[in-house]
């Protein structure tokens, strides 16, 4: 596991097992006094390195799209859900409902929200694109000024690139 320190966000924490990414989460606590990895198995020790430059890349505005090897654990239901957000274009953004249809459950927005609520690899599974069916800002595990940042950032830049 690691800590990634400086991001616009706040500190991020990455754990990998078996050379895959199985967390990425929002820091909610006081940070770790080191980032000293000497114990951690060489893959994940990889995978760890490659979260910390892509997720460096994105929030420098050069990435689009993550290139990691994730496992996303979980009831089959909500690694639909993850997948299907994995989906979602870079700089767009999908309604709870349009989600739901696209997992082929339409009429499911609230278990789409609560299987949204526990993706466990922030940012790289983009559960911030998924917004209120009025365009509105709801519900976002790492608060909605993060969900509203990270919004604004890959909406800037997919302005750029039309």
Wanted: hydrophobic residues 40%.
């Amino acid at each position: 596991m690691t800590l990634i320190r400086n991001t616009p966000v706040g500190p991020l924490f990455a754990k990998a097992c078996d050379g895959q990414l199985v967390q990425l989460s929002f820091w909610r606590s006081q940070p770790m006094a080191s980032g000293d990895r000497a114990d951690v198995d060489p893959r994940d020790a990889e995978v760890l390195h490659a979260v910390e430059v892509q997720i460096g890349e994105y929030f420098a505005r050069t990435r689009t799209d993550f290139e990691l090897p994730l496992s996303l654990q979980g009831p089959e239901f909500h690694r639909r859900v993850w997948e299907a957000l994995r989906e979602i274009p870079y700089g767009r953004t999908i309604s709870y409902g349009e989600l739901a249809a696209k997992v082929g459950a339409p009429g499911s927005a609230r278990a789409v929200g609560t299987a949204n609520g526990a993706n466990p690899i922030a940012i790289v599974v983009p559960c911030h694109r998924v917004i209120g069916a009025d365009g509105s800002l709801v519900g976002y595990g790492g608060g909605l000024d993060r969900k509203r940042l990270l919004l604004d950032l890959e909406s800037r830049i997919a302005q750029l690139t039309l």
